[in-house]
């Protein structure tokens, strides 16, 4: 088994202790100091983070939106009834056809440092539609999560996807969503969604809170979901019961961004240690960016979160949000990690759209970015 040794740069492990090394062995960082390795990776002054922990993505989809988005840029508002051009696009396209798009968009967070990924259903809204979906994204990640409730198709809607689409898609999703909001689904049947999932064993997530207040968020605290995502409109209430049952708020500003909608109130959902995740919602809709990146530089520009809060919230947060073991470099934890071509994580917000991950290792291997290493004697 070969050992590699980071040294020369900053690292960030969320260790209490600062790290003046990293050491991988056998996939797992074992030690924060410097020691004999294989391998060297010289940082050169360059730094280290946790790869990225995306919770929030709906990467499997046919179609384009660019003309919604357009026409969005020129004023028109967004509404949930978007979401039904994807679902025909999506039932149009061939698994195969949704498969290598998923695949490649997939490859292209790889790319910008995301090493853990959730991914939804949410646009086939059929049984056969939601489970080729989820099968699809088994194929990217271990987190998936069953969305049938994204928006109503037909009479009898809730009945079906509590019933035989939940029967179908529970054993390939590991937790299960719904989208909140008028034009979607109402607290009720969100409840009886959720429920029916959480019965068969699933985690819970809930779009909460997205363009309007309501009770979204305080369903997700009432459930004990992992997460309530979105939160835009949060009330002092709703922060506080989100605190108390120790839901996370994942927090989606690209989304905001590409609807023009305001901001998500991150500092007082983190004044009120409500833990915080960033995620992309990478989606046709209303974020169509697989950057966390750029998710972070929005944070600290919008959000009013510093570099730092902003970072950990894309590592660690996300990963509070999935209930996973990542998002961290502690010694014991997987060894997924960037290498950054800037002394520190700040240049993530400070050089806004400048491709700064020069490296992606997950499991202790390098999968993105040059072999810049050099074998030691
Ligand atoms: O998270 N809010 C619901 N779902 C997506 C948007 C989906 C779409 O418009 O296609 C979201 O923003
Ligand atoms: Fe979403």
């Given at each position: 088994m070969t050992s590699t040794l980071f040294r020369g740069g900053s690292i960030t492990t969320w260790a209490d202790e600062p790290a003046t090394a990293l050491v991988l062995e056998d996939g797992l960082v074992v030690s924060h100091d410097e020691q004999p390795c294989d391998e060297v990776v010289e940082l050169d002054g360059r730094c280290v983070v946790p790869g990225f922990v995306d919770s929030h993505t709906h990467l499997v989809f046919g179609g384009d939106r660019t003309a919604e988005f357009e026409s969005r840029m020129a004023g028109i508002p967004y509404a949930a009834g978007g979401i039904r051009t994807t679902v025909a696009a999506t039932r149009a396209?061939?698994?195969?056809?949704?498969?290598?798009?998923?695949?490649?968009?997939?490859?292209?967070?790889?790319?910008?440092?995301?090493?853990?990924?959730?991914v939804?259903?949410?646009?086939?809204?059929?049984?056969?539609?939601?489970?080729?979906?989820?099968?699809?994204?088994?194929?990217?990640?271990?987190?998936?999560?069953?969305?049938?409730?994204?928006?109503?198709?037909?009479?009898?809607?809730?009945?079906?996807?509590?019933?035989?689409?939940?029967?179908?898609?529970?054993?390939?999703?590991?937790?299960?969503?719904?989208f909140c909001e008028e034009g979607a689904f109402?607290?009720?049947?969100?409840?009886?969604?959720?429920?029916?999932?959480?019965?068969?064993?699933?985690?819970?997530?809930?779009?909460?809170?997205?363009?309007?207040?309501?009770?979204?968020?305080?369903?997700?605290?009432?459930?004990?979901?992992?997460?309530?995502?979105?939160?835009?409109?949060?009330?002092?209430?709703?922060?506080?019961?989100?605190?108390?049952?120790?839901?996370?708020?994942?927090?989606?500003?690209?989304?905001?961004?590409?609807?023009?909608?305001?901001?998500?109130?991150?500092?007082?959902?983190?004044?009120?240690?409500?833990?915080?995740?960033?995620?992309?919602?990478?989606?046709?809709?209303?974020?169509?960016?697989?950057?966390?990146?750029?998710?972070?530089?929005l944070a600290v520009r919008e959000l009013r979160l510093t570099p730092l809060e902003a970072l950990r919230a894309a590592t660690l947060g996300g990963a509070t949000a999935l209930a996973v073991d990542a998002g961290h470099l502690r010694v014991g934890a997987h060894a997924d990690l960037v290498v950054l071509d800037a002394p520190s994580p700040a240049h993530l917000a400070y050089r806004p759209g400048v491709d700064l991950v020069a490296q992606v290792w997950r499991g202790g291997t390098l999968v993105s970015g040059p072999a810049a290493r050099s074998r030691c004697r």
């Open positions: 396209a061939s698994t195969e056809e949704l498969a290598s798009r998923a695949r490649r968009l997939a490859d292209e967070c790889l790319r910008s440092g995301t090493t853990t990924i959730e939804k259903s949410g646009y086939g809204l059929t049984v056969e539609d939601e489970r080729r979906l989820l099968e699809v994204a088994r194929g990217i990640t271990s987190h998936t999560t069953f969305l049938g409730a994204h928006v109503p198709d037909g009479d009898g809607y809730v009945d079906l996807v509590t019933g035989p689409m939940l029967d179908a898609c529970a054993p390939l999703a590991t937790a299960v969503d719904a109402d607290v009720d049947q969100c409840r009886e969604v959720l429920s029916a999932g959480r019965a068969r064993g699933l985690a819970v997530h809930l779009h909460a809170n997205q363009l309007r207040p309501g009770g979204g968020v305080r369903l997700a605290a009432e459930l004990g979901a992992l997460s309530a995502d979105h939160c835009t409109h949060v009330s002092d209430e709703d922060i506080t019961a989100m605190r108390d049952a120790r839901v996370a708020a994942v927090l989606v500003p690209a989304a905001e961004f590409s609807t023009r909608s305001p901001y998500a109130p991150a500092r007082r959902l983190l004044d009120a240690a409500v833990t915080v995740a960033l995620a992309t919602d990478c989606n046709p809709g209303t974020s169509f960016t697989t950057s966390m990146p750029f998710v972070i530089a």
